[in-house]
């Protein structure tokens, strides 16, 4: 068969594909309108990184400068700053991220009361739905100097004085790692249940008639049964790890949470981005930071891919 006739025959197979799937292709249809509207059609600004852009001109018309902004950024101590902060913030909230989903589904699945353990899942992730600056607002309410957990903390003998948890630069990233944990862990948790649940349930049952303990099958059937979920869940946390994990929150948190006694730790890439492009008007300059953060997320979602692959043989590509 030419090769001419094997394009044929495969864009005819595509032809009937789509025909026969055409309810699902409009179902299809508005996200993929979405997407393009949104995601695709506005990197056609990252060009005025290249140029001192002025919104009466355009960007073509603007004066071309080429890497004049790049060369400005890597000068710049503020930026090299919310770069580390970004990271250090980053890091720390993955690791939270990854780690306590995994526990707390695999804490649910042991619960054999289904009421109770439709009570505890429902209440784990209602806090998603809930905005980061109401959020916000109870966190600092609680984490006050008269605050509920100043509190529980001097009742129980951990401090003598009460102290401002938010103001404190060393402590930031924990506390946001926490926040964001709470408000994440029973979301995300969801997808390890729905793996869990595809177990064959005569893997347990071979397992207790084997005398396994509970912990036992947790180590040997649950973990290893749900390992490509997991996988799947760090390359994305990684990817998106300079954005906050998958719950994209740094640029919330630092806004909502930063103020002028821990900005040396608050203030992130994104944060650094809204100053320089919205405060001060230098909207080229901020483009320029912007593209290095893309191409950052590019190149930890693109290496955590790689090596999921290469160690696990599980890829999203």
Not at 306 to 314: G, H, P
Request: aromatic share 12%; with cysteine; charged share 10%.
């Amino acid at each position: 068969m030419s090769n001419e006739a094997g394009k044929k025959i495969k864009l005819s197979r595509i032809g009937n594909s789509l025909r026969q799937q055409k309810y699902l292709q409009l179902m299809v249809l508005p996200g993929l309108i979405w997407l393009i509207v949104f995601c695709y059609i506005p990197m056609v600004g990252l060009f005025a990184a290249f140029f001192d852009y002025n919104p009466f001109l355009g960007i073509l018309k603007s004066p071309f400068v080429g890497f004049a902004h790049f060369k400005e950024l890597f000068h710049d101590e503020l930026f090299w700053n919310s770069v580390r902060n970004m990271f250090g913030l980053s890091l720390t909230k993955t690791v939270f991220a990854i780690i306590m989903p995994i526990l707390f589904a695999l804490m649910l699945n042991e619960i054999k009361n289904m009421t109770l353990k439709k009570i505890v899942q429902t209440a784990s992730y209602l806090p998603h739905f809930i905005s980061w600056v109401v959020v916000a607002g109870l966190f600092i309410m609680w984490l006050n100097t008269d605050g509920i957990v100043n509190h529980v903390l001097m009742s129980l003998g951990f401090t003598n004085e009460p102290q401002a948890h938010l103001n404190s630069p060393g402590g930031f990233w924990i506390w946001m790692a926490i926040i964001d944990t709470w408000k994440e862990t029973g979301w995300w948790a969801i997808i390890y249940l729905a793996a869990i649940a595809a177990i064959p349930v005569e893997q347990y049952e071979s397992a207790v008639v084997d005398g396994a303990s509970r912990i036992r099958r947790m180590i040997s059937i649950t973990i290893p049964s749900i390992k490509s979920t997991i996988m799947m869940v760090v390359i994305l946390s990684i990817g998106s790890m300079i954005y906050g994990g998958l719950s994209g929150s740094n640029l919330q948190q630092s806004l909502l949470f930063g103020n002028s006694l821990n900005y040396d730790n608050s203030m992130i890439l994104e944060t650094y981005i809204v100053n320089m492009g919205l405060s001060q008007g230098r909207f080229s300059y901020a483009i320029a930071a912007g593209l290095i953060l893309s191409m950052l997320s590019f190149v930890l979602f693109s290496g955590a891919n790689a090596v999921s692959r290469k160690l696990t043989n599980t890829s999203l590509y």
